[in-house]
């Protein structure tokens, strides 16, 4: 897959670094050329130092054949206007941008088609609320993943030497079994 990132800050490097395989073919623009070169040093694939709102760097960039457009800096507006051009000059089938605004959850409609014509918007504070809330309602958790749109849940927990978990099958171990633990650990 041609997938084309659009900023190399904390966000896009985490992208970059879950989306780099051999099946993936990834550039990433961003105007800062330290963090591009900080990118190719650890990862292989394309850098461009630029600005990702020029028709003719997203050009360069390959955008005419880019499966997935990834748009992470941190000014919405430029994430938006990413997910546009993509679109009506490209025509990059998913196109997904990060907005902080929480104002414009009123206005879906500017978002999405009849707008900036993004496929799918990332709220970066209500996926961390609901991370936490995660990691609250399982407290022996050190890391929650959600698959299949939250009907499966991998659940990262430290297994201690004679606890509920060593030794056993695994699938033996499941969340109610956890949450007693839990209970019987605090009493």
């Known amino acids: 897959m041609k997938i084309l990132i659009i900023g190399a800050g904390r966000i896009g490097t985490s992208v970059a670094e879950s989306l780099v395989s051999e099946d993936n073919d990834i550039t990433v623009i961003d ?5 591009i070169s900080l990118l190719q040093a650890r990862f292989d694939l394309r850098g461009i130092v630029g600005n990702a709102l020029s028709p003719a760097l ?17 000014s919405d507006e430029t994430n938006l206007a990413a997910t546009l051009l993509a679109d009506k000059l490209f025509n990059i089938p998913t196109r997904i941008a990060r907005v902080r605004n929480e104002e414009l959850r009123s206005y879906p409609r500017i978002l999405k088609e009849e707008g900036f014509s993004a496929t799918t918007i990332i709220w970066p504070e209500q ?8 990691l609250i309602n399982i407290p ?3 890391q929650v993943q959600e698959f299949a749109e939250g009907r499966v849940s991998l659940v ?8 509920p978990m060593v030794g056993g099958p695994v699938g033996a ?7 007693a633990h839990e209970t019987l650990r605090h009493l």
């Open 31 to 35: 105007k800062n050329p330290e963090s």
């Open 173 to 179: 171990v499941s969340y109610t079994h956890l949450r």
């Open 140 to 142: 022996e958790a050190l």
């Open 58 to 74: 997203l050009t360069e960039a390959s955008a005419n054949d880019t499966d997935l457009l990834i748009a992470v800096t941190s």
């Open 127 to 134: 996926a961390l609320t609901r991370y936490l809330v995660k």
């Open 156 to 163: 990262v927990v430290r297994a201690e030497a004679g606890g």
